[in-house]
């Protein structure tokens, strides 16, 4: 009897794992486009804002480049939202700041940089506005 129920508790570990692996909306966004991009902009607006040289901001940069990535992780593929100009606005931008990171990973973000950058988070803000 023993031996039936340490299988039957092994077989329902291997199923309750291999479900809850199987998820693919990753752990930092909840699966809503609107509010999940809302969110990333607002990460980097603060990860763009912090002062050089602080703790705050490398935990910012770490935390802005996990967002991008699993925000294209998420979302690239749809094709409902490729059409969409707050998502082809957000692409351009996150392009851009990986770019800048993955390039220039202990340089200051330029101004001229962060201007274009918080014009275009304006732009998706308009944009996620209007539903488009």
Same mark, same amino acid.
């Given at each position: 009897?023993?031996?039936?129920?340490?299988?039957? *508790?092994? /077989?329902? /570990?291997?199923?309750?794992?291999?479900?809850?692996?199987?998820? @693919?909306?990753?752990?930092?966004?909840?699966?809503? &486009?609107?509010?999940?991009? *809302?969110? *990333?902009?607002?990460? *980097?607006?603060?990860? +763009?804002?912090?002062?050089?040289?602080?703790?705050?901001?490398?935990?910012?940069?770490?935390?802005?480049?996990?967002?991008?990535?699993? %925000? %294209?992780?998420? &979302?690239?593929?749809?094709?409902?939202?490729?059409? +969409?100009?707050? %998502?082809?606005?957000?692409?351009?931008?996150?392009?851009?700041?990986?770019?800048? &990171?993955?390039?220039?990973?202990?340089?200051?973000?330029?101004?001229?940089?962060?201007?274009?950058?918080?014009?275009? %988070?304006?732009?998706?803000?308009?944009? /996620? @506005?209007?539903?488009?």
């Amino acid at each position: 009897m023993k031996h039936y129920i340490s299988r039957l *508790l092994a /077989l329902v /570990l291997v199923v309750v794992i291999g479900i809850a692996g199987c998820t @693919n909306v990753p752990a930092t966004l909840s699966g809503d &486009y609107g509010q999940d991009t *809302l969110a *990333l902009v607002n990460s *980097l607006r603060t990860a +763009l804002t912090l002062p050089e040289g602080t703790p705050e901001k490398a935990a910012a940069q770490a935390k802005a480049r996990t967002s991008i990535n699993d %925000f %294209f992780a998420e &979302y690239r593929r749809d094709p409902a939202l490729t059409k +969409l100009a707050s %998502f082809t606005t957000m692409r351009t931008a996150l392009n851009s700041l990986a770019g800048h &990171y993955s390039s220039y990973p202990n340089r200051p973000v330029p101004e001229k940089l962060k201007k274009r950058l918080e014009s275009e %988070f304006q732009q998706i803000e308009a944009a /996620l @506005n209007r539903g488009a």
